[in-house]
């Protein structure tokens, strides 16, 4: 069905562009470990996100696991429900037990008047979500943080590219996690990238991708390998040229929706943060069936006959998936049960076209 229309769409460069660019690796056959392509967009991104140390990982759930388990973490971690299932897993597989802190009904993010009631002697850490680009209270976390000598790592999957104050979303907490996912903002295929700024820690996460091979006939440590490839890191360099244009074309999408979606009854949309730089990454949409009328399975339901394809992002939240039957309670988190059996992320990517937007906006409000 040619006018089928997805919830996202993945940026890709010109093909001739990316030929261009891995042509080198024919002539030097080095596909892999830290070669050219890896360092330039290493050294690229240092720059474009105003950060100031990356490492490369071969995805964004091996960024925030590796960065976990460099931590040397210990008991409990608290974090967020309403997210990937990567975050929660990252906490769980480096055997430690996650905390599920509510989140605030307005940007989505950790409830900060809840978090402070969670911290007792096992606590070490913190592990918030800017869920859809919403920048979490980071003055606040660093502050609690701070007084109780606890690690923040942001999962920072859905910012790429977003400044807070001027100062990129990276640079906050001991570390920030990205993922260059396909569907993501900015994307190499698969890809995932921590930042930080304590080179010691830095060290660490390189030992843990890379085997903790730190020389010809040296091994350090005991690692894994999830080392970002020279044909994803290539990528990287090609989508990175056309970043800003590609946060344009989003705004203009996100902008459209709101023309149609703001200052309904029953309609709540993201907040614009003045303090933040936006990435427009998605565009979630919560009803409220009592005043709206349609519940979003029902509006769902209703896009998808017409051939427009939703996400329930994110249900169902994380503390009670399958796997984890019957350890956590997910009254606990009021606020992000009654969200996510409310939210819609309606399609968001650079080419969706203004029509599109003004149909689903359509079949939203008027059938
Ligand atoms: C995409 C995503 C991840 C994981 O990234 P991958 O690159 O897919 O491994 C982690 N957290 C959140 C919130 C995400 O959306």
């Known amino acids: 069905m040619s006018n089928r229309i997805l919830v996202t769409r993945s940026s890709m460069p010109e093909l001739d562009e990316y030929i261009d660019e891995i042509k080198e690796l024919w002539d030097s056959h080095w596909l892999t470990n830290m070669g050219i392509k890896h360092k330039e967009l290493q050294k690229k991104l240092v720059e474009y996100l105003g950060v100031e ?33 990567s975050t929660t897993h990252a906490i769980v597989r480096n055997g430690l037990k996650p905390v599920f802190c509510d989140i605030n009904p307005i940007d989505f993010t950790m409830d900060l008047k809840k978090l402070e009631s969670l911290i007792n002697d096992k606590t070490t850490a913190i592990v918030p979500v800017h869920v859809y680009g919403n920048i979490c209270n980071i003055e606040e976390i660093q502050r609690i943080a701070n007084k109780y000598e606890l690690k923040v790592i942001y999962d920072a999957a859905h910012t790429f590219g977003e400044t807070y104050k001027g100062k990129g979303i990276g640079s906050f907490g001991d570390a920030s996690c990205f993922s260059f996912h396909a569907t993501k903002v900015f994307n190499t295929i698969e890809g995932g990238a921590v930042c930080y700024s304590n080179p010691e820690l830095g060290e660490r996460i390189y030992n843990l991708k890379n085997f903790g091979i730190r020389g010809a006939e040296i091994v350090e440590s005991v690692g894994a390998n999830a080392k970002m490839n020279e044909f994803q890191a290539a990528m990287g360099i090609c989508n990175l040229r056309h970043i800003e244009e590609e946060i344009q074309k989003r705004k203009k999408v996100s902008d459209r929706y709101r023309k149609h979606l703001s200052n309904i009854e029953g309609i709540q949309l993201n907040p614009i943060n003045e303090d933040v730089q936006s990435n427009y990454a998605y565009f979630p949409v919560i009803f409220d069936e009592k005043v709206f009328g349609f519940s979003r399975n029902e509006i769902a339901e209703r896009l998808e006959k017409n051939g427009i394809f939703t996400r329930k992002y994110f249900y169902p939240l994380t503390n009670t998936f399958d796997c984890f039957h019957g350890q956590y309670d997910v009254n606990e988190t009021p606020v992000a049960l009654y969200i996510s059996k409310r939210v819609l992320t309606l399609p968001m990517y650079a080419d969706l076209s203004l029509e599109n937007v003004d149909r689903i906006c359509d079949i939203i409000l008027n059938e």
Do not use: C, K, R, W
């Open 53 to 85: 140390h990356i490492d490369l990982l071969t995805n964004g759930h091996m960024a925030l696991e590796l960065t976990l388990q460099a931590m040397n973490l210990s008991g409990e971690v608290i974090t967020t429900p309403f997210t990937f299932a």
